[in-house]
Antibody
């Protein structure tokens, strides 16, 4: 069974960084790219970027190029997103989602709530 | 970037009705359009891929059609369990973009 298990909720102070994990199981981690999606409270979905775990290659939406850093550890089948220079605009739920063949995201993590607060 | 415009923003229906949700793309995206359902406080769930392809485990009352710039998600015989937000997403080009969503409510 494919599962994406994300880490727990985070609280970060303005200006700090947080790092969220997404541990994959039930499939070959390097066979699928991993997307990250942001959902601000009560809002829609925003694509942040993706990482190809096999090669470590990444692509980001322009808006998130200075905000997010995507990495992957193939030894632990875990993808990560680091969010830097936190502001209140970063308060949101962050999802990881597996992408099938440059297409739909077929499996999603449960989401991680990040709250930016002093 | 490709902009996806969903309409209506909110849809209030009676159980048993059949409804159609629209997703319009700013540029042609072929059939690289996918639909997701998201219930409150849950992760999105893939409903339909590539404009019209069904997904295993999704009830047959969900169907979709379209290509190019105009896409439709149909829900036949709406049930209480269908109360959710529905999002379309394009994977024709980067960045991937989502529509703003349609919230389905029951009367």
């Amino acid at each position: 069974e494919v599962q994406l298990q994300q880490s727990g909720p985070e609280v970060g102070r303005p200006g700090s960084s947080v790092k969220i994990s997404c541990k994959a199981s039930g499939y070959t981690f390097t066979d699928y790219v991993m997307n990250w999606v942001k959902q601000s409270p009560g809002q829609g979905l925003e694509w942040i970027g993706w990482i190809d775990p096999e090669y470590g290659s990444t692509d980001y939406a322009e808006k998130f190029k200075k905000k997010a850093t995507l990495t992957a550890d193939t030894s632990s089948n875990t993808a990560y997103i680091q969010l830097s220079s936190l502001t209140s605009e970063d308060t949101a739920t962050y999802f990881c989602a597996r992408e099938v063949g440059l297409g739909a995201q077929d499996y999603w993590g449960q989401g991680v709530m990040v709250t930016v607060s002093s | 970037d490709i902009v996806l415009t969903q309409s209506p923003t909110t849809l209030s229906v009676t159980p048993g009705e059949t409804v159609s949700l629209s997703c319009r793309a700013s540029h042609s995206i072929g059939t690289n359009l996918h639909w997701y359902q998201q219930k409150t406080n849950e992760s999105p769930r893939l409903l339909i891929k590539y404009a019209s392809q069904s997904i295993s485990g999704i009830p047959s009352r969900f169907s979709a059609s379209g290509s190019g710039t105009d896409f439709t998600l149909n829900i036949n015989n709406v049930e209480f369990d269908d109360v959710s937000s529905y999002f379309c997403q394009q994977t024709q080009s980067w960045p991937r973009t989502f529509g703003g969503g349609t919230k389905l409510e029951l009367k």
